[in-house]
């Protein structure tokens, strides 16, 4: 048991979980957290507070921000913003198919050596961007890398609003992503209809994953569609599945009315039981 807080670096952005050690951050306040180039400033957005998880292995804060730390946060802002708008106007310049998804600025990167500025971008195929890196080199006069993205990768990184009205779980919560196919929205009765169970990035939508082990439970226990069953109503066959309520829909035989039985009452193994106990 321990104590943690959630922080940001940009609003509405992906939380990260850090150990607030002694601090006490409030909601709002900025802080000093540690980074692979060294600390930076991230916004507070869920105060630090007593778990019941282990918080051994988190980070820990490394002080509250200073308006020196603030004033070289918002210097990092600017030099984002300036490397943003000369990289989009080289692009154009040199006619190449990309589009700029994201910059990162290091004002003195590890192992002084020097700024260094990293964008990443997206493109339908490989890009020979070798003279783009020279002019934006010479333009920004830092060391200049450019990452290119996958779809998954650019929705996580700008972020977006999903089909749900959430955030994108990839730009919120999610660390990796797993692999989704189409069987999973079959086994899940949905259209198979791209628009529908497509995300922002236009991959299958990763939510897909998260019910999947509870329809093939069902599916592996539950009568199949077209079974005749014995029901606390009376016979019928199955004519459908609600895998939310853990019920069955079945046509009784007796006036073809349908009722919703819930999988335990009309299995095999429950009925076997009640009749050999009674």
């Known amino acids: 048991m321990g104590m943690l807080c959630a922080v940001s670096f940009n609003r509405y952005g992906r939380l990260f979980y850090f150990d607030p ?13 540690p980074t692979d180039d060294g600390p930076e400033v991230a916004e507070c957005v869920w105060a630090a507070q007593w778990v019941t998880e282990e918080t051994e292995g ?5 002080a509250m921000a200073g308006d020196d730390d603030l004033r070289r946060d918002e210097l990092l802002r600017k030099r984002k913003a300036e ?26 990167a590890s192992g002084g050596q020097g700024a260094r500025t990293t964008i990443y971008f997206t493109a339908p ?20 890398e450019l990452r290119q993205l996958s779809a998954r990768d650019s929705a996580r990184v700008q972020g977006g609003i999903g089909s749900c009205g959430r955030d994108l779980c990839c ?23 791209p628009l529908r169970i497509s995300g922002a990035c236009g991959r299958l939508m990763c939510c897909l994953k998260y019910e999947h082990p509870l329809y093939q439970q069902f599916q592996a226990t539950a009568p199949a569609v077209g079974t005749r069953v014995s029901t606390p109503d009376g016979e019928g066959r199955v004519v459908g599945h609600s895998v939310p309520r853990d019920s069955v829909i079945v046509r ?11 999988r335990a009452s009309v299995c095999g193994s429950r009925q076997a039981y009640e009749e050999r106990h009674g």
């Open 252 to 262: 009784m035989d007796a006036d073809g009315s349908r009722c919703s039985c819930s």
């Open 125 to 144: 195929h490989r890009v020979d961007f070798r003279s783009l890196v020279r002019d934006l080199g010479a333009t920004l006069h830092c060391r200049v």
């Open 171 to 193: 730009a919120t919560f999610l660390n990796d992503f797993e692999p989704v196919t189409i069987r999973m929205a079959k086994d899940q009765d949905l259209p198979l209809n």
């Open 83 to 108: 490397a943003k708008v000369a990289a989009k106007k080289l692009i154009r310049e040199h006619e190449l198919p990309m589009k700029v998804v994201a910059v990162d600025h290091v004002l003195d």
């Open 21 to 33: 050690g002694d601090l006490r951050p409030q909601v709002g306040d900025r802080v000093l957290v």
């Open 58 to 62: 988190f980070p820990r804060l490394v």
